[in-house]
């Protein structure tokens, strides 16, 4: 069993749709990342949270500790936002990353 | 700020030969560097935990004979693949862990690396 699973796998939307990807985990944490990868490959990370909620541009992050889960909105979603994204836990024991599978998203102009 | 440069971006090379990847941190210090392999469709799968100045920490399963990590410096870590074979044609990506403000986690490019 991962310790981190996200939901849905796949997603497609219109642009302009509003889009939620969910993210559990079993885990105890120091820190949950959002991070987006790219079909180049390359991983930018979007944000770094421990509690309550961050909002960058059209995106934002909430993470529930007490649930153990998070979820990424894009809010007005564009064609350029289509990439992977993943969802990464921080354990508080050993301090390593666990990463979920990713959720592919392809938005539609 | 917080900047980790990977190279080569993609390699091709024989089969039994060695192939070097390069991960440094560019606009900071970074103590801890870890190793990834990432299949397609599959999430990022941890290879060993490199400290500077110490021996690479290596997850169950990875050889760590054939994956040579070293971190002589607190800006380079590098991972060598000995001894090439086609099965270890993936994508290799690091990471650096920035242990002072803003704190987090910062990726390299990758490296997609072909064994023919």
């Known amino acids: 069993k991962n310790e981190v699973e996200q939901s849905p796998q796949n997603l497609t939307a219109q642009e302009g749709e509003f889009i939620t990807i969910n993210c559990s985990y079993s885990v105890g944490i120091s820190a949950l990342h959002w991070l987006q990868q790219h079909p180049g490959g390359g991983i930018v990370s979007l944000f770094m949270?421990?509690?309550g909620k961050k909002k960058h541009g059209r995106l934002i992050a909430t993470i529930n500790i007490q649930e153990k889960h998070s979820s990424l909105h894009i809010t007005a979603s564009h064609p350029r936002d289509s990439a992977v994204y993943i969802c990464a836990v921080r354990g508080s024991t050993l301090g390593r990353l666990y990463f979920g599978r990713g959720t592919q998203l392809t938005v539609w102009p | 700020g917080a900047v980790v440069s990977q190279h080569p971006s993609r390699v091709i090379c024989k089969s039994g030969t060695s192939v070097k990847i390069e991960c440094r941190s560019l606009d900071f210090q970074a103590t801890t560097m870890f190793w990834y392999r990432q299949f397609p469709k599959q999430s990022l799968m941890l290879m060993a935990t490199?400290?500077?100045?110490?021996?690479?920490?290596?997850e169950q399963g990875v050889e760590k004979d054939k994956f040579l990590i070293n971190h002589a410096s607190l800006t380079l870590s590098t991972l060598t693949v000995t001894s090439a074979h086609p099965e270890d044609s993936s994508f290799y990506i690091c990471?650096?862990?920035?242990?002072?403000?803003?704190?987090?986690?910062?990726f390299g490019s990758g490296t997609r690396l072909t064994v023919v």
């Open positions: 990471s650096a862990r920035r242990d002072i403000s803003p704190y987090g986690y910062t």
């Open positions: 490199s400290n500077e100045g110490s021996k690479a920490t290596y």
């Open positions: 949270l421990s509690s």
